[in-house]
């Protein structure tokens, strides 16, 4: 047993009365993190909104440092969000695409952002291109150097974790490449935080988005982006900006703020907020070995799961990470969360079209999603296997 994960359990009420599997969906919080949420939402109560945050403003404010700390960068890098899926709208909206222009991404970027690609593409006839594969998986690097010869590239965007497949894509091989070439950068990082360690040195990025539900294990409907100094220093500012990023100076001007908080809106669940404050704080103290447990036990889970007959696991990359994904042979997805739930395991189903070109090239029409975090068992690990072969066997 790891020596610390007594003390994990204890901080982590949801553990009691079901085996969380679904770390990469929305994790359990911490009692801290929950505690922080309560404390401010019954401030409010007591009070009045307005008031609260007042009254707070210290440790609101030290949620940008705590916040900065886990990433390693500054607290006026650090802007705090809706989600991670807004942090990356906020950050696109800099780049004033005209009929023509390319944005290059990977294959498997996140679900909501090829969307976005694609109504970019339709609106405003933006030329979407998608870098190849390495053979193992995930984006190739030199394909997207390769690319960046394509005339009127504006904008790369790579998910680091995709949502499912257990990848973990060279964003930092990546990042260096677009650096050289001058074109603004950004990494969802909505899967990794939490789980893989954050050296923005190394990652050279221009943005890196996140949320705070995941394996960060804060609540939902928050998030935060980086911006780092170069995009400050461009000027870089949201096309929606609002009275919170930027000052109404003239009747007909406005002057944007100095950091990253341009790209906020004026309007905050400030208790999310602390909550993310504190998953930041607890994430910083639990350190690289978090991570590095979640990997450990999502391998014991993949290595078990590929000897149960009828069981595919879908998962790519040479050393993939704390996401387990895999189809169980005449069971549709949804079916097997069914089961698994009833015997209070929670996971989740994945469907083809999350991933269309993960999926499609598998030909997988909807598979199981399970993703163990540090607070797991090994013996839960087992016992979700067990469940999966029982299912299988039918």
């Not at 290595?303 to 169980?328: F, M, Q």
């Not at 395991?345 to 499609?360: C, E, H, K, P």
Request: negative net charge.
């Amino acid at each position: 047993m790891h020596p610390n994960l007594p003390r994990w359990r204890a901080d982590t009420p949801g553990v009691q009365n079901r085996t969380h599997l679904n770390s990469a969906g929305a994790s359990l919080m911490p009692r801290p993190v929950s505690d922080a949420i309560i404390a401010h939402t019954e401030l409010e109560s007591a009070i009045g909104g307005y008031e609260a945050a007042d009254q707070q403003a210290g440790a609101i404010e030290a949620v940008y440092a705590d916040t900065a700390r886990l990433i390693g960068t500054r607290p006026g890098n650090v802007a705090i969000t809706a989600n991670a899926t807004a942090a990356f709208i906020q950050c696109i909206s800099t780049i004033d695409f005209a009929p023509g222009d390319v944005l290059i991404t990977s294959r498997c970027d996140y679900t909501s952002y090829q969307i976005s690609y694609l109504a970019l593409a339709q609106r405003l006839g933006v030329r979407v291109v998608h870098a190849a594969d390495l053979p193992e998986g995930g984006i190739d690097p030199e394909s997207v150097r390769q690319l960046l010869n394509t005339p009127k590239v504006r904008f790369v965007s790579v998910s680091w974790v995709p949502t499912n497949s257990g990848l973990v894509q060279d964003v930092a091989a990546v990042g260096r490449i677009c650096a050289e070439a001058g074109v603004p950068y950004h990494i969802d990082a909505c899967q990794a935080v939490g789980q893989i360690p954050i050296d923005l040195s190394a990652l050279d990025c221009d943005y890196l988005s996140a949320t705070g539900r995941k394996f960060l294990r804060g609540p939902r409907g928050i998030g935060f982006l980086y911006t780092a100094d170069r995009a400050l220093t461009r000027g870089d500012y949201p096309l929606y900006i609002d009275m919170r990023g930027a000052v109404w100076s003239a009747a007909d001007q406005f002057t944007v703020a100095d950091t990253a908080r341009r790209f906020e809106d004026w309007e905050f669940p400030y208790s999310l907020v602390l909550g993310l404050g504190a998953a930041a704080r607890y994430a910083t103290e639990v350190g690289t070995e978090g991570g590095q447990r979640a990997f450990s036990l999502a391998a014991r889970l993949r290595s078990a799961l590929s000897l149960i007959k009828g069981v595919r696991v879908l998962d790519r990359d040479r050393n993939p990470c704390a996401i387990v994904t895999a189809e169980v042979a005449g069971h549709d997805g949804a079916e097997v969360k069914r089961w698994m739930l009833e015997h209070k395991v929670n996971i989740v189903s994945t469907l083809r079209w999350f991933g269309q070109y993960d999926f499609a090239e598998k030909k997988v029409a909807s598979g199981v999603r399970l993703s163990p975090h540090y607070f797991n068992t090994e013996a839960e690990v087992d016992r979700a296997v067990e469940l999966i072969r029982e299912i299988a066997a039918r």
